[in-house]
């Protein structure tokens, strides 16, 4: 039985794999480099999908984090975080017409609910919509869809874990991992700090492959930058997750809406100060098409706007579980983690603690990479 598990990374990932191993019975220190869900976790859409995911593990993986946070939501003693509120999906000309039947085709004959809207039926679930903008050949509809107010969920993961004996360091980066052969025996802190540990997990989001290297293990990724939009509370009534060809958006709490456009990831910036800078005109763009989808977005205006980093391990997957060469080196590391986040913490802690998880964690174990070089060898691609 574990001891004493250090959990690297306060985000989302962090603080479910936390709540997970004290709810076990573990001693967990979380440490964060700054403060709890403030990486990618406090800069996400996080809509809560299994929309077309491939292969079918990702799919099941991803309809079970579904799952996991209707059961949290309905067992917790407060929540606001959850919301199933569904998502309307079409799309713009032939080839994007027929990528998405596809996808309703193949997501229909995995068994997951979905079905064609006409313009009346969105009407009336979106009143707000310029009926214009809809498609005459129907929208997608996806009932068991929905987003996560991710800050609200960290808060309520940690405090769940600190209840259960759990210690939160912020502000403090793991700077090094002392490691033998064969496992790690303390993780060090910037602050000079020195914790003796059983078992580590690496939930450093978008820094998880520097984790990694002071393990001596290569984790390849790829992560993209995406830029968000928050209104001010907006006259409108927007009840669900909405991916139309120019834009999507959802609602963001107390009224304000927030805004998403693959079209302008593009224009995220680092600026001097280390900060991002994202480009006026694009923002503008992407307020103009949801202006355009509901006009009474017109009376709000841009609150913030917010760019996040999402953490993609190259092949695309989630990477979860313990790495072989390092035996109590483990990994809670994908994109998608606001759909993921509950489930796969839960496994991830669970096999810590001495479970056997080895079925559900087979397609996502780190040693995949070996191709890349092996632990410790490889290079990043
Ligand atoms: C634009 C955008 C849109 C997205 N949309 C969706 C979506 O619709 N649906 C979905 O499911 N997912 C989505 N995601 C992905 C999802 O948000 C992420 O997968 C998830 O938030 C990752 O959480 P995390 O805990 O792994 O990382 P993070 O929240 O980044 O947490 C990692 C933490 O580790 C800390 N850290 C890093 N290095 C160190 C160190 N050396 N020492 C100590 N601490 C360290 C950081 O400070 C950070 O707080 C989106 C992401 C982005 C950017």
Known sequence: MVTHVVVI???????????????RGARVTVVDAGAPAGGTSGATFSWTNSCGKQPRAYHELSVAGMAAHRRLAAEATQDGWYHESGNLEWADGDVAGARLRAKVAGVLDYGY???WLDRAEVLRLE??????????????????????????????????????GAEVVRDDAVTGLETTAAEVRAVRLA???????????????PQAARVAELAGLVLPMRNTRGVLVQTSPAPVAVSRVVHAPRV????????????????????????DDGGFQVAPSAVERV????????????????RDVRVGERPIPDDGLPVLGRAAALANFHFAVSHSGATL???????????VLGEDRSEELAPFRFDRFNR?????????S
Do not use: K
């Open 9 to 23: 990374g306060a985000g989302v990932y962090g603080a479910a794999v936390a709540a997970g191993l004290t709810r």
């Open 287 to 302: 307020v103009e098409a949801a202006v355009a989808l509901y006009p009474g977005v017109r009376a709000a205006s841009v």
């Open 113 to 115: 609910e979905a079905r």
């Open 248 to 271: 999507h958006l959802r609602p963001d709490g107390d009224g304000r809406l927030l805004l998403h456009s693959p079209e302008i990831d593009g224009a995220a910036r680092v600026a």
């Open 372 to 380: 890349y070089g092996g632990a410790g060898t490889g290079h990043n």
């Open 341 to 351: 986040c509950v489930h796969a913490g839960d496994l991830v802690a669970a096999e």
């Open 191 to 205: 602050s000079g700090r020195r914790l003796p540990v059983a078992a580590v997990v690496n939930c450093a989001g």
């Open 127 to 164: 009143p707000g919509m310029a009926q214009a903008e809809l498609p005459p050949d129907g929208v997608a509809y996806f009932p068991r869809e929905g987003w996560i107010d991710l800050p609200r969920l960290v808060g309520y993961l940690l405090a769940t874990a600190v209840s259960g």
